[in-house]
């Protein structure tokens, strides 16, 4: 049988660029696909141009604190057009800084957000300021084998830098309204040491990488936890397509518990010895059969009719939009409600707000007055519970009004922890798992929005990005089916537990 990894033998080294040498730092196989063989990629989550969106705010945001600073517009095709503008702007002293610049250095391609021009003028040697700006809240180890990358190419083009900084967002800004505080916006760390000691490791990275990608087929690397770290490898199907059903890496929990069974060399959850020590989740993977508790029914019993099914969507702005919040804090922007009678009858309220202003009041007052004063709520995680709190304290005129509910939270999720397990599971209780186990006529596979983070994504979509309103109008349907459904779901699972609570 044919290796489908195999090809033809490449001519010559391929270019590298920041975001392959930063996959091939992950594992050098998927730089090898990367180049290679795109095609064999997952493609990416439709919510993945969202976030880009979010990304290219943060980027002009950051540029506009450097008054005077040019954008090298030629895109990543037009290497020879972008590099040759890059060096005209470099020798011009009147630029403070530039944009996007492209540097190559030994078959190594960057873009650099922001070089700040620091010295130059006046007949000075001229050195520059190296800043990366990340969308994240923090400085993580893959931004400064970024920085370290990008300081080995332009140290190597002949540019002096005097420093190395990575421009974040800072979480603790409370955005007052109007004008965006961007000094405040942005966290500024220099990170100059740190990238100092990654960069000397660079040039062998770099060589180890371009003499992979001259092989005439990938190398050899079994999928492990490394695959998930610091991104999820958009290769995880293909490299992982003929591994059995029961593979040893599909045990929940942490590699503290797989990386010696591997080491062992057991390949199946299957193979697991019995004597060893797993967690209750892994355990039930193991014994891998349904398992109903004797005090299900009781558990279930315990709630009180009417019963509100209930879900919330909210989404997290890198850029606050509305006054008293902060960068990335959960803002509620639509719910749910499934309402079941005590006689079975069924009823369906719901709200999303599709503008781009406050929503939170509008949410709170449509949220109290579904919700009304009678009934358990059903929940399935301590999500809504959470984000009710944050909202009584923001708005004290809701504050009683939640207190109350509450009081009537009833959360389904430690009940099937507790009390039940379906193989399907495979070790997870999220809902997303539950659901399809339990109820396979109702997934969410006919669904254009199929997650929670597609949902706010969708949502950034429609409110702040896209001008076509149909497009607009699809968007705001796939969401309300989205959240309908999980409610509808809660309900589902309610139903089929009771029954086999009951037999
Ligand atoms: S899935 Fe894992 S082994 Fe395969 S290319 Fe990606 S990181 Fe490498």
């Known amino acids: 049988m044919m290796d489908s990894d195999r090809t033809m033998l490449p001519v010559s080294v391929p270019r590298l660029s920041k975001s392959k040498f930063l996959a091939g730092l992950q594992c050098h196989k998927r730089v090898y696909l990367e180049i290679h063989h795109p095609d064999r990629a997952t493609p990416p989550d439709p919510s993945l141009q969202a976030v880009l969106d979010m990304g290219t705010e943060i980027g002009t945001l950051a540029r506009s604190l450097f008054q005077g600073g040019v954008l090298i517009e030629e895109s990543y095709r037009q290497r020879e057009a972008a590099l040759a503008h890059t060096a005209s702007v470099l020798a011009d002293c009147s630029v403070p800084a530039i944009f996007e610049g492209a540097f190559e250095h030994n078959g190594v391609l960057v873009r650099v957000d922001i070089l700040e021009r620091v010295g130059g003028t006046d007949g000075e040697p001229p050195s520059w300021r190296l ?16 920085l370290a990358i990008q300081s080995e190419v332009l140290q190597g083009a002949g540019i002096t830098l005097s420093s190395t900084c990575l421009m974040h967002i800072d979480t603790t800004y409370v955005y007052e309204g109007k004008e965006i505080d961007l000094h405040r916006l942005f966290a500024r760390k220099d990170v100059t040491e740190a990238v100092a000691k990654r960069r000397a490791a660079v040039p062998a990275q770099v060589s180890a990488m371009k003499s992979v990608l001259l092989r005439s087929e990938p190398p050899v690397v079994e999928p492990d936890h490394h695959c998930h770290s610091p991104y999820d490898c958009p290769f995880w199907n293909h490299c992982t397509k003929d591994k059995p059903a029961r593979w040893i890496f599909h045990l929940p929990g942490s590699s503290q518990v797989v990386g010696p069974l591997v080491d062992q060399g057991i390949t199946t959850i299957d193979d697991i010895p019995a004597e060893t020590a797993l967690s209750l989740a892994q355990r039930r993977v193991k014994d891998n059969v349904e398992w109903v508790s004797p005090a299900l029914r009781t558990a279930l019993r315990s709630i009180r009719y009417p019963v509100h099914h209930v879900d919330f969507e909210t989404v997290m702005l890198a850029v606050p939009r509305f006054p008293s919040t902060r960068p990335y ?37 449509a949220l109290i007055e579904s919700l009304g004063e009678r009934g358990s709520i059903c929940v399935y995680s301590a999500y809504e519970q959470a984000m009710m709190r944050q909202l009584a304290e923001a708005f004290p ?34 809902i997303k798992s539950v659901l399809p186990a339990v109820m396979p006529s109702l997934s969410y596979g006919d669904l254009l929005i199929q997650a929670g983070g597609q949902a706010a994504a969708e949502y950034y979509r429609m409110v702040f990005v896209e001008t076509d309103w149909v497009e607009r109008a699809e968007i705001r349907d796939a969401l309300l089916r989205y959240c309908a459904r999980d409610t509808l779901a809660l309900v589902e699972l309610r139903r089929v537990l009771k029954e086999k609570a009951e037999k």
Do not use: C
Request: without cysteine; hydrophobic residues 30%.
């Open 131 to 146: 800043i990366e700006v990340k969308s994240s809240s923090r400085v993580k180890d893959v931004h400064l084998d970024d």
């Open 397 to 430: 005129e809701f504050r009683s009004a939640f207190q109350a509910i509450l009081k009537r939270l009833w959360d389904l999720h430690p009940v099937i922890k507790d009390h039940y397990y379906h193989p399907a599971f495979n070790g997870s209780y999220s």
């Open 329 to 365: 804090q959960s803002i509620p922007v639509q719910w749910s409600n499934h309402i079941e009678e005590e006689s079975g009858l069924l009823t369906h309220q719901e709200f999303l707000h599709t503008e781009p202003t406050e929503p939170r009041k509008r949410w709170a007052e």
